[in-house]
């Protein structure tokens, strides 16, 4: 694993390994701005990871930036991690939105909301404007900086694995909605907290719709081919996910549940 490397004009990414779902292994952290800088994800529980994240870190700091805070895009373990431990070290605060905020045991001192901005000084200044875009995690956030046309994107969509959305927090509908609406911001570049930087990233996130889409067509007709009594979501699962490895089915049992859930919200499935 590369690291940190250089994204777009003042921004650098650093993977640093995380308990994340498989394949994925890493989590990317990013640095936005020239001179004040915020930094994205303080993702990593594991000691080692800690101690190169914070060299990172301090070598920016060396070079005359500053760093403002550390910005979470939402609460999931494998982005928040080193969170309390990396926010101390460094003696900055930590931004999120506030549906992160009260599920993360570190104290956030700015609750962001969709409209805020990130302002950031230097040779060429930025402006990161806060997207809030719930579906995968209700407190989701994304950052568009729309002269760069650089998305922050998180868990919304990666390069590497697959996104979960979970019934409780995720919620299938709402997902879609938001990536359909992040496919028209016009960014040029996605930075993803799994895999490499993606470009023309309305693709993907329409690709994202249309995948799930049709997985939702495999679900309607597996309820359908129940007939009047129904089935549950075990026996739903091997119907509907039958391309699927059986490895995975723990998983695609959770995306089930989702898209059942969206078809209930539809009024397509009682």
């Not at 875009?133 to 989701?140: D, F, K, L, S």
Request: with cysteine.
């Amino acid at each position: 694993v590369d690291r940190p490397t250089t994204v777009a004009t003042g921004v650098a990414l650093f993977p640093a390994r995380t308990p994340t779902l498989p394949p994925a292994t890493h989590t990317n952290s990013y640095a936005l701005g020239e001179r004040s800088v915020v930094l994205v994800e303080p993702a990593t529980p594991y000691d080692e990871e800690r101690v190169a994240w914070l060299a990172w870190a301090r070598g920016l700091a060396s070079q005359g930036r500053v760093i403002e805070a550390i910005f979470v895009t939402h609460h999931h373990v494998d982005h928040v991690g080193g969170a309390a431990f990396l926010a101390r070290e460094l003696d900055v605060p930590l931004w999120a939105h506030d549906e992160t905020a009260s599920r993360m045991d570190a104290p956030v001192a700015r609750r962001l909301v969709e409209g805020d901005a990130l302002v950031l000084d230097g040779p060429t200044p930025q402006r990161w404007d806060v997207m809030h875009t719930p579906g995968h995690a209700p407190g989701h956030l994304c950052l568009l900086e729309r002269e760069l046309g650089v998305v922050v994107v998180g868990d919304m969509v990666a390069s590497t694995g697959t996104i979960l959305v979970a019934p409780g927090e995720g919620d299938m509908r709402v997902y879609l909605d938001q990536l359909r609406r992040m496919a028209t911001w016009g960014a040029r570049v996605a930075l993803p907290a799994h895999g490499a930087p993606i470009e023309e990233p309305h693709r993907t996130f329409e690709r994202y719709v249309a995948h799930r889409l049709m997985r939702e067509g495999f679900v309607f007709d597996a309820v359908r081919a129940a007939g009047e009594h129904g089935a549950t979501l075990d026996e739903l699962l091997p119907v509907a996910y039958a391309d699927t490895p059986r490895e995975v089915w723990p998983f695609a049992r959770m995306s089930l549940e989702a898209h059942v859930d969206k078809l209930v919200q539809d009024g397509r499935v009682a």
